[in-house]
């Protein structure tokens, strides 16, 4: 590869293109890990980086996305009648996802590197992993335009007024959803949107997830085997507890994402579930609770959402009290609140907004009690 | 008390030393007395180009409190003075003299004051610097553990210094109350009872001082606690029982650079030239990668906090060892996603990872010999970026300090929320875990250094 690495050295912009540094930057430590050495401090580092990071979060959402495609594929023709084979249904589902996936990538992208060229930063590849999220996590009929104005909203507002990943608030990807959410709601929920049988015009088949039937007073239909495979109607990718599962293994195994936040949001889910049921008050109340944990985006937020580092607790402790919190009040909205079938998003939103509340309270009770321990020994000096 | 560190990393670099030992002592003839290795040590030149001086003497004395000085390590002339940008006093070379015997008659010193050749040896913290006689610590802290990469085996160190060892420890205790820190199952080095001695056992960095203060009686705002060498609580006790001032260092040198890892037995300040002759893989000697420009760096001091020198430089005043470390100054094409099997990372996102983990689960009878000798370099493996990742310095940082908190407190420069974090129990050497396993490759040993700085020049 040294043809490569001579030609990247060779058209290093200089002089009147040296404006162009973030872009050249960005393309040549994609093709070569650089080959800068320690200066000082620690001369030897860990062979990882942010680009090893945030490939791994893209390696962990490769099951779920493979699993939505043919999904796809299987909802419109169980919707239609179509008769498929699995491959075809897959197929189907990767020629409806690809248009989305391009468009997400091709829209932040261009954002992000315009911004980092404005503020002579290098690209950062935190958008590697958003980018492949927000297609999978919004419905399947959501038109193109719409993605692309949620995505440049999302990394714009979301993230680079705050000043670009590892500086913003809130998780970027959930921002893009809650934008389409709010603004066309029309498209986002209902029982037409999660299948993607606009094609045929046939609008009259139903399609309704589990969430929806419930919030409408009925039982879900899908049993919970279906619900724990994702044979059933939902965002892209976020129906298959298995899939997902997959990815959080990997995860996990990795340490990339904090296993005290993947396992408190479903503990915290998990009591609220409880809790319902021993009030049982309808027929939601008495639904079991670990429902809520195959149901809806709940896994998907657990594993890929809640566990973004940026906006979660940065503390240990905090971190159980994030996750336990954001599982409680997904399960709380999903139950007491019937104008939002899917709590999930607003959960994870809300307690992003709480992370650095939590962490500072938890951070206090480090400094109170080394004051403590400082006056205890000023008493001590004093009277020794 | 015994001091069990669960949180921290080995790191496992090939190049450990060998137990033999080869005394240079009397080869290395050009020794430096450097004061910039000295933190809050302003010199004043006490000495000339072509003086004669004797061990002991004094060279350098700090502009700011004259008690306080830096000595002659041997009998000799002074060679040169080497002097930095804007004229900065960076070392005192002195060239031994064979010939010249040292005639001064066998005096027995009772206690170590600042008129003591001995006193830079011991420093204070919190700041690292040069200890403050004027000051009454609340401690002073020994170790006889150093868990540093490659580092000496301390145990192998002091033999046949049992006595001028213990014979220092009696007299720092005179001082304040000595705290002696030895691995855990280890006799213990006296019976003295004004030693207190606890039991260390854990990884890296077990064998820090600063851990070990941590856990025994960690620093508050306005205490002090002075810290010395294992290997200089021998000298200081050899001063005192014949007065002879011969301040020596066993250092352990390897690195997966070192032809021959073994101990070598110096002065200290001594110039590297003849070891690093004898140890650099050069001419002859296949290069380590092809695409490597197989240059080497010398550090002394260790992988995780010492200091490059140059292949004619010198050894570092409080130093117990040399590495020597390929330098990575090579691209790795899409370094980023290849499986990397012989890639170390503390994060398991490489495939050496899941081998390593095979290989602590004791199952490797089934997979044959997989375990990786891993390629370590000064490549920083990726550039730098913005803190992303939480939780991974709390799994090696054995402190009850929030890293990550502390370490932002200080890029900002709030001194009051550093103290309320616990900034006075740290060290820029504390971090150094923590700035190896940075994903974000934050230089966080500087970054600590800076702050300490501020607020030591704060409180003169």
């Known amino acids: 590869m040294d043809w490569l690495a001579n030609w990247f050295e060779k058209i290093e912009p200089k002089g009147k293109l040296s404006w162009l540094g973030s872009t050249y930057e960005a393309f040549h430590t994609f093709a070569f890990t650089p080959k800068s050495v320690t200066r000082q401090g620690s001369h030897i580092r860990d062979a990882v980086d942010m680009k090893r990071s945030i490939i791994i979060v893209v390696i962990a959402l490769i099951p779920a996305l493979l699993f939505g495609m043919w999904n796809i594929g299987y909802q419109t023709s169980i919707a239609t009648g179509a008769d498929w084979n699995w491959l075809y249904m897959w197929w189907f589902g990767f020629l409806r996802m690809l248009p989305m996936i391009v468009v997400s990538y091709l829209v932040g992208l261009f954002i992000e590197f315009a911004f980092a060229q404005v503020r002579h930063h290098e690209v950062n590849e935190g958008f590697l992993a958003t980018g492949l ?58 029982d037409k949107v999660w299948i993607a049988n606009d094609l045929w015009g046939t609008d009259a088949i139903a399609g309704a997830t589990p969430l929806g039937e419930l919030a409408a007073g009925m039982h879900p239909s899908a049993s919970a085997l279906d619900m724990l495979l994702g044979t059933i109607p939902g965002s892209t990718c976020e129906t298959s507890v298995i899939a997902i599962a997959l990815g959080a293994l990997l995860l996990l195994f990795t340490g990339i994402a904090s296993w005290r936040i993947m396992l408190s949001v479903f503990l915290g889910g998990g009591l609220m579930g409880l809790l319902f049921n021993a009030i049982g008050y309808n027929e939601y109340m008495q639904l079991p609770f670990y429902y809520h944990f195959l149901m809806g985006g709940f896994a998907f937020g657990a594993v890929f959402m809640a566990t973004d580092p940026v906006t979660a607790a940065q503390t240990n402790t905090g971190k159980w009290i994030y996750g336990l919190l954001i599982g409680a009040f997904a399960v709380l909205l999903r139950v007491c609140n019937p104008a939002y079938p899917e709590g999930m998003m607003l959960s994870i939103l809300f307690m992003n907004c709480m992370a650095p509340l939590i962490d500072h309270c938890v951070v206090a009770q480090n400094i109170k009690h080394r004051a403590k321990r400082a006056v205890a020994i000023g008493k001590e000096a004093h009277n020794g | 008390m015994n001091i069990h560190i669960k949180k921290g990393l080995d790191l496992p670099l090939d190049g450990v030393a060998k137990k033999q030992r080869i005394d240079l002592r009397t080869s290395v003839s050009c020794i430096a007395v450097k004061p910039t290795d000295v933190l809050g040590f302003t010199p004043r030149l006490l000495v000339a180009v072509g003086d004669e001086v004797c061990a002991g003497q004094r060279l350098l004395v700090d502009k700011h409190d004259e008690r306080i000085a830096l000595t002659s390590p041997v009998d000799g002339i002074v060679k040169s003075i080497v002097r930095g940008e804007k004229r900065r006093l960076e070392a005192v070379i002195v060239e031994r003299d064979i010939a010249q015997k040292n005639t001064s008659e066998v005096i027995n010193h009772t206690n170590l004051s600042t008129d003591s050749p001995c ?78 001695i606890h039991t260390v056992e854990g990884p890296h960095p077990a064998g820090n001082i600063g851990t070990q203060v941590a856990h025994i009686s960690p620093i508050n705002k306005g205490e002090y606690v002075w810290t010395v060498g294992a290997q200089d609580v021998a000298t200081i006790g050899h001063w ?69 020198v140059a292949s004619n430089g010198f050894l570092g005043m409080y130093d117990q060892q040399i590495t020597l470390i390929e330098e990575g100054d090579h691209y ?90 616990g900034i006075y129990e740290v060290e820029p050497e504390d971090f150094a875990l923590c700035e190896f396993i940075d994903p974000s490759k934050t230089e966080i040993q500087s970054i600590i250094r800076e702050a300490l700085e501020v607020l030591r020049k704060e409180t003169i």
Not at chain 1, 155 to 179: D, H, Q, T, Y
Not at chain 2, 143 to 156: E, F, G, I, K, V
Not at chain 2, 357 to 365: E, G, R, T, Y
């Open chain 2, 240 to 308: 005192i029982a014949t007065g002879e001032y011969r301040p020596e260092r066993i250092v352990s040198v390897g690195g997966p650079s070192a032809r021959s890892p073994h101990y070598y037995q110096l002065i200290v300040g001594s110039q590297l030239s003849l070891i690093c002759d004898a140890q650099l893989i050069n001419n002859g000697y296949p290069a380590l990668s092809p695409s490597s420009t197989n240059t080497t760096r010398i550090i002394s001091g260790s992988v995780l906090n010492g200091t490059t």
């Open chain 2, 332 to 421: 790795e094409f899409m370094g980023w996603l290849m499986p990397g099997l012989k890639k170390f990372s503390f994060s398991k996102t490489f495939l050496s990872g899941f081998t390593g983990l095979i290989n602590k689960m004791s199952v490797p009878a089934l997979f044959g010999n997989i375990m990786p000798r891993y390629t370590f370099n000064t490549n920083l493996h990726g550039s730098v970026r913005p803190f992303l990742f939480t939780g991974q310095f709390e799994r090696i940082f054995p402190f009850d300090i929030y890293p990550l908190q502390l370490i932002k407190a200080c890029i900002v420069g709030d001194i009051e929320l550093q103290e309320k974090l």
């Open chain 2, 119 to 196: 006193w830079w040896m011991i420093k204070e913290r919190p700041f690292g610097c040069i200890a403050n006689p004027d000051h009454h610590p609340k401690g002073i802290f020994i170790s006889l553990l150093d868990t540093n990469p490659l580092a000496p085996d301390m145990q192998y160190v002091m033999q046949g210094r049992e006595n001028d060892f213990a014979m220092g420890l009696h007299v720092l205790a005179e001082k304040a109350p000595v705290h002696l820190c030895i691995p855990h199952g280890y006799p213990p080095p006296t019976t003295d009872s004004a030693i207190h």
């Open chain 1, 133 to 190: 999220l927000i297609p999978m996590i919004v419905p399947v009929t959501t038109p193109l335009w719409q993605l692309a104005l949620a995505v440049a909203f999302a990394v714009i507002i979301g993230k680079e007024v705050f000043g670009g990943s590892g500086m913003n608030f809130l998780n970027p990807a959930l921002v893009a959803r809650a934008f389409l959410f709010f603004s066309y709601p029309t498209h986002m929920s209902g």
